[in-house]
């Protein structure tokens, strides 16, 4: 007969410690030596880039290199608002690198120096960018240094107008697109709106986007990509992945295209118009036997005063535990009168005081009488003007072309300052936008990723007991088995009563198993099948005498802690003698 010590005394064990994990801890102490941990792999930072101006070509393309402020000018106009209130463009900007998870040495952009102020700043294009019939391409990065939690970071592609001057620009310039990220308490979108003239009436009309995507409120960089084609499809991106995809024509409200039809202004409904589906019964009575005076509740005739009623006991009393005030006088403040207090014999049964009888539901109760309600036999219907033809009606099949663009801007007000704005493309090419972001943005992205990713907050590591005493047998069975027979062992060789005390759990276990294996021997002896209740028996023995060894063990070990306890008390009070 072979028998496996170890499963045994994990099993007594977790018997002992009142675990019910005793059949997982012998599967994994049969495991345990085998078992090793990886330490996890430490990330390397990645190689951070020197930003070099780029070569490649478009309509308007600026990185913000020397000669910047040559081509962007601030606006020092007011803000046209409603009502009496005016506001100026007092934000400053500047062309500066970021300070926060810096990417790319070298690389500079446009920032948004004063939080909670209003900043305007435009820049004309050399020509005028015309996307009638091509592709148009708009592609930025921001970079929220501190955040954004009220406040706008989108640019504004203004109209072309020779008599634009960058020092007026404001809310009210013109413009073709809006494009980039606004967030203000729940609302957190990219904006993408485009101003569309009206080939019937010349009027502008501004088609915003339905259901736009969500910025991302990072302080690292994002990109955003805008790109329409001439089909009239458009897609937004976010860091290069699409976001966004749909028509000019069926994504935007109001719609591009007016309806054919409107209702007429002049339909006025008609006087002897019926539009009440239902009404009144006309020919309905009351019952003769309807009594609208009857009350909703009458007195209980029937109700008996409950046996433990106290009729005589007051339902308040005055405050045995109140006491008159020592400076109370009785000449300037009256006779003192003891506050009241629920009459605490009252609590105890069904009520104190003259008891009346209650009221129930009046079963003869039908309040007010109402003539039902039938179909009304003069029922038009629902009443809605005529149809006629929009006057207004235009079908406009290409509304991505738009007009032509003759400069950028950003007119925006944020709560948060430092705002950054950077590699700017306007153009027809997505591939050489592309290009400009795999020469920037893709190359300071892992930078500033990581640089995060250690700025985050380290998990702390799961804190080690700093004896065995503290082990726990819920957190880790096997540990917990393993510590305490490695401290019993260790003590026993030295001091065997000691060891005993000091780890009762596994002196309880060996003394288990020591019943269990006497058991199984005499039932084998006793031969064959019909010792079975004789081992069940000898097992439930050794289970309550080992219960029994550990009890007495603990009461020792509570004796010992209580006598040293006792005797430390003594010797501090001697020596304070």
Not at 541 to 547: F, Q, S, T, V
């Amino acid at each position: 007969m072979r028998f496996n010590v170890a499963a045994a005394a994990v099993a007594s064990v977790a018997v002992l410690s009142g675990s019910a994990y005793a059949e997982d801890v012998k599967d994994e102490s049969s495991s345990s030596s085998t078992s090793t941990a990886t330490p996890s792999a430490s990330k390397v930072a990645p190689k951070v880039a020197t930003f070099a101006p780029t070569k490649l070509k478009a309509p308007f393309l600026e990185q913000f290199t020397e000669g910047w402020d040559k081509r962007w000018k601030p606006s020092h106009a007011k803000k046209d608002v409603q009502g009496d209130e005016e506001w100026a463009y007092v934000g400053e900007w500047s062309v500066e690198e970021p300070t926060v998870y810096k990417g790319m040495e070298g690389d500079a952009g446009l920032v948004v120096k004063n939080a909670a102020a209003h900043h305007a700043i435009s820049a004309k294009f050399p020509k005028k960018i015309d996307p009638k019939g091509k592709t148009l391409v708009v592609q930025y990065e921001v970079k929220l240094q501190n955040g954004l939690e009220c406040g706008g970071a989108y640019m504004k592609l203004l109209r072309e107008n020779k008599a634009l001057h960058q020092e007026e620009f404001s809310n009210t310039t013109p413009y073709v697109i809006m494009f980039g990220p606004d967030k203000c308490g729940h609302t957190n979108k990219v904006h993408f709106i485009f101003n569309h003239k009206s080939p019937k009436t010349g009027e502008y009309e501004e088609k915003h986007l339905t259901s736009p995507p969500t910025a991302k409120i990072v302080k690292t960089t994002e990109l955003y990509t805008l790109i329409v084609h001439p089909n009239n499809t458009y897609i937004i991106q976010q860091n290069g992945e699409n976001v966004k995809e749909g028509s000019l024509l069926e994504d935007f409200t109001p719609s591009v295209n007016p309806p054919k039809e409107i209702d007429d202004p002049k339909d006025k409904k008609p006087d002897d118009w019926v539009d009440d589906a239902r009404i009144p019964d006309p020919d309905a009575t009351k019952p003769d036997d309807w009594d609208e005076e009857a009350p909703f509740e009458i007195v209980d005739e029937e109700a008996t005063q409950p046996e433990d009623w106290l009729p005589d006991e007051p339902a308040t009393i005055p405050d045995p535990e109140s006491q008159k005030p020592e400076d109370w006088d009785d000449e300037e403040d009256g006779d003192w009168v003891a506050p009241t207090v629920p009459n605490p014999k009252c609590s105890e049964v069904s009520g104190c005081g003259p008891w009346t009888k209650p009221m129930k539901k009046n079963p003869d109760y039908k309040g007010k009488w109402t003539a039902p309600y039938i179909d009304n036999p003069a029922y038009k219907g629902v009443w809605a003007p005529r149809k006629i033809k929009n006057p207004n009606y235009f079908e406009d099949k290409n509304p991505a072309n738009f007009e032509p663009i003759g400069a950028l801007g950003f007119e925006i007000w944020t709560m948060q300052n430092n705002i950054l704005f950077d590699n700017i493309y306007i153009g027809h090419s997505v591939d050489d936008a592309r290009k400009l972001a795999e020469e920037t943005f893709f190359k300071k992205e892992p930078v500033e990723k990581f640089l995060e990713d250690a700025d985050k907050p380290k998990e702390e590591e799961p804190k080690k007991p700093a004896s065995p005493s503290d082990l726990k047998f819920t957190d880790d069975p096997v540990t917990y088995i393993k510590e305490k027979l490695d401290l019993f062992l260790t003590i026993a060789k030295r001091d065997p009563i000691e060891a005993v005390k000091f780890v009762p759990e596994i002196a309880g276990g060996l003394a288990a198993i020591t019943f269990t294996f006497l058991a199984l021997v005499v039932s084998i002896l006793t031969g064959g099948s019909s010792a079975a209740p004789a081992v069940k028996k000898a097992a439930a023995d050794a289970k309550d005498k080992a219960k029994d060894v550990k009890d007495k063990v603990a009461q020792a070990t509570t004796t010992g802690a209580e006598t040293a306890k006792s005797e430390a008390t003594k010797r501090s009070t001697r020596s304070q003698q």
